[in-house]
């Protein structure tokens, strides 16, 4: 049981280059979210979906896009990555957004972009 | 606007009891949480508050003022495990979680 899985752990991009981050769980969960956490900032939400096939947008979402095409995926894509968008980035997942339904994260996945 | 507001770091000393303040204003309010997070590590959940009041869980403690917009989280017998960043969040009335940018604790023998 490896609750939330996130691809890569750690990846090194130069400007303008994209990439897709994967999470995933087998927890069952409806909810899906990606985070940012930058130093000296709370966590920041990017997207998140509330259920296979849906997304929405969260507090930060430019530059990055997602899609939720399986209930157990969530995929974070960057287009065109930019220097801005170097923070480690954590998925969670939570059974719904009610009462004390709490997130469970991923390892998290660092990301430089040179 | 809506801020969640948290000391950027803290000193303790290993056996003692530590009080980490949280201060929020926020559309709305739907429950207070605090996550723990080690250095490198993901956030994991300590405790849920949405009524006013103390809730125990061992050696931590999580009390809520909602008429003050005021939590803390309350460490007893600190161990040098406890030292990590402490995360207060709350839900607000859209249901979104406002995250604080967390409390550093250290633990120092």
């Known amino acids: 049981n490896a609750g939330v899985t996130q691809t890569p752990k750690f990846r090194v991009l130069k400007t303008g280059q994209s990439m897709t981050l994967l999470c995933a769980q087998d927890?069952?969960?409806?909810?899906m979210y990606w985070y940012r956490q930058d130093p000296g900032m709370g966590l920041r939400l990017i997207h998140y979906?509330?259920?296979?096939?849906?997304?929405a947008k969260g507090e930060v979402p430019d530059g990055y896009n997602v899609s939720r095409l399986k209930k157990q995926n969530f995929l974070l894509g960057l287009e065109s990555a930019a220097p801005s968008q170097t923070s480690v980035y954590f998925c969670?997942?939570?059974?719904?957004?009610?009462?004390?339904?709490?997130?469970?994260f991923g390892a998290g996945s660092r990301l430089t972009v040179l | 606007g809506q801020n969640i507001d948290q000391p950027t770091e803290m000193t303790a000393t290993e056996g003692a009891i530590v009080q980490i303040n949280c201060t929020y204003q926020?559309?709305?309010?739907?429950?207070l949480f605090w996550y723990q997070q080690h250095a490198g590590e993901a956030p994991t959940f300590l405790s849920y508050?949405?009524l006013d009041g103390l809730e125990e869980k061992g050696r931590f403690s999580s009390f809520l003022s909602r008429s003050k917009g005021y939590s803390y989280l309350l460490l007893k017998e600190l161990q040098m495990k406890d030292s990590a960043s402490y995360l207060c969040?709350?839900?607000?009335?859209?249901?979104?979680?406002?995250w604080g940018a967390g409390t550093k604790l250290i633990i120092k023998p």
């Open positions: 969670a997942t939570s059974r719904d957004s009610s009462g004390a339904n709490v997130l469970t």
């Open positions: 927890m069952n969960h409806e909810y």
């Open positions: 979906s509330v259920g296979e096939g849906t997304t």
């Open positions: 926020t559309s709305g309010f739907n429950g």
């Open positions: 508050n949405v």
């Open positions: 969040a709350v839900r607000d009335s859209n249901y979104q979680l406002i």
